[in-house]
């Protein structure tokens, strides 16, 4: 089963089965996990994190992402919160980030703030990965976006669209326009 998202002024269809979901987890946790002693990267305090969650809301780049994922520009930044420390997964949706005590640093933020700009019920589809690998880029660095880049790839995670998963009315419409 598939649906229709727009992305960027163009409609795709979608699969609705979440089929990324463990390699994104696993490149990043591969790519983000050789760093773990990078100190300034992780044991960050809540109010850190959700300093950060601002300024990266401020962004330009996340202003024109909210815009390509068709999200209500005046769209609030998720609040950051603790979760208790047997949660397994931090989770995050438009209004807020449930982090538990093991997982307060930047890259899972950014994670869960990928989830907060990426279009509804792109899960975790190549429309979430290159929305993280935006943010990774702007908030991480071109460095860390070329690791992750790599990662992804390794492990199969599409970031970009097929051409089959352009909606075939999109195609209609764009050859009527020839
Ligand atoms: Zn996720």
């Not at 305090?45 to 024109?64: A, F, I, P």
């Not at 089959?164 to 020839?178: C, L, M, N, Y």
Request: net charge positive.
């Amino acid at each position: 089963m598939s649906w229709r998202i727009d992305w960027d002024g163009v409609t795709y269809d979608v699969p609705q089965r979440d089929s990324q979901r463990q390699r994104v987890y696993d490149a990043e946790h591969l790519c983000f996990h050789w760093h773990r002693n990078t100190r300034q990267l992780r044991n960050l305090s809540l109010e850190q994190l959700q300093m950060l969650t601002d300024g990266l809301w401020e962004s330009e780049v996340v202003k024109g992402l909210l815009r390509k994922a068709r999200r209500r520009p005046d769209q609030r930044a998720p609040e950051v919160r603790l979760d208790k420390a047997n949660a397994r997964w931090a989770r995050g949706c438009a209004a807020y980030i449930k982090l538990p005590p093991w997982a307060l640093n930047i890259h899972t933020v950014i994670h869960e703030v990928a989830h907060a700009i990426a279009p509804l019920g792109a899960k975790h589809n190549w429309m979430f990965a290159a929305v993280m690998l935006e943010l990774v880029e702007e908030f991480m660095g071109l460095e860390w976006r070329t690791r992750l880049e790599l990662n992804y790839e390794n492990h199969g995670v599409r970031f970009a669209p097929r051409k089959d998963q352009i909606s075939k009315d999109t195609w209609a419409v764009a050859a009527d326009r020839r």
